[in-house]
């Protein structure tokens, strides 16, 4: 049994926690926030049998064997430490920090602890999504050429909102553009060229934002996100010879369609169990459970490669976080 706790008490924390249920030999037993009550209302709602006041006092617990860090990320640097520096496995919410220094920092001290520590990146651990890269290693549809994929929202926000606050992190790029940047670095890897545009808001954040990588294969990937319209949310894959379409939401498709040369389109349904969340659990759990400190599945190099990626589009869109 691996008993969870939950640090943070937000909309990703109650959906993760719900996820929780799902998973074979896993027990939410803790829950920490700066809110005292705030904690307690989620350890009613959910069944824990601890709620903490403060994340040092939920790190501290001597029954929680994992912890899931759902802060929003301008917190994650400071929870995951705390976290890590007590010897509690972490699974810590996309995207890992702000910037690849203080990832860098995070993986180092993990290492140096020989602890746990694994990004919540969801989409990678999709049993549809996975299933997708089975086919493209077979071949299903030639060498891929081309990514296609965006990932925009309505709004608006209003100004206090931390989408738009520089301090948090705010803007499209980390909440939304890492979701086509980690299924173009899924399929294609790091890219050698790299060219980003961005509309800015007033804070400073970026509100729509384009990227194009190019790979010294040939291949492309047009990416974009955006807070200032609803866009389809959707992906497309081309290979030389076929095509895999992924429907809204990309990042967690109900079904995938392959466009094979020749031959008619299949779709591949999903389970449709959850909210998606429980994968990532079950990963962690398996980790543990061979003594591993990271995963194969979202291993830490990748972590660093898809941060030093977004570094890299927020330096050439004029994005600082302050």
């Known amino acids: 049994m691996t008993r969870w706790g939950i640090l943070a008490t937000g909309h990703i924390a109650s959906r993760f926690a ?30 824990a049998k601890r709620a903490y006041g403060s994340w040092v006092e939920l790190a501290a617990d001597p029954e929680v064997d994992a912890i899931y860090v759902a802060t929003p990320h301008s917190a994650h640097y400071e929870a995951a430490m705390t976290c890590l520096t007590a010897g509690r496995a972490v699974l810590l919410e996309k995207p890992f920090t702000l910037d690849l220094t203080t990832s860098t920092e995070l993986i180092e001290t993990a290492r140096a602890a020989g602890v746990f520590l694994m990004e919540a990146m969801w989409m990678r651990l999709n049993p549809l999504i996975l299933r997708v890269v089975e086919l493209i290693a077979d071949g299903a549809i030639g060498t891929v050429t081309g990514v296609r994929a965006d990932f925009g929202v309505a709004g608006p926000f209003p100004p206090e909102h931390r989408m738009r606050n520089a301090a948090l992190g705010g803007g499209a790029l980390l909440d939304l553009g890492i979701y086509p940047i980690s299924l173009a670095h899924l399929l294609l890897g790091v890219p050698q060229h790299i060219r980003s545009w961005a509309q800015l808001g007033p804070e400073g954040t970026d509100e729509n934002t384009g990227m194009l990588f190019g790979y010294d294969s040939g291949a492309l990937a047009t990416l974009s996100c955006g807070m200032v319209g609803l866009s389809g949310q959707t992906a497309s894959i081309t290979g030389t010879t076929g095509r895999i379409d992924l429907p809204e939401p990309f990042f967690r498709p109900g079904s995938v369609t392959v466009h ?63």
Do not use: K
């Open 18 to 47: 719900e996820d929780l249920r799902l998973v074979p030999d896993a027990e939410l037993v803790a829950v920490g926030s700066r809110a005292a009550e705030s904690a307690r209302r989620f350890a009613d709602t959910y069944g």
């Open 260 to 322: 094979r040369a020749g031959a008619e389109p299949e779709t591949i349904v999903a389970d449709g169990a959850g909210n998606g969340y429980q994968y990532e659990a079950i990963e962690v759990q398996r980790c543990l459970a061979a003594g591993l400190t990271e995963s194969p599945a979202v291993p830490h190099a990748t972590t660093l490669e898809v941060m030093a990626l977004l570094d890299t589009v927020r330096e050439q869109i004029g994005v600082r976080y302050v």
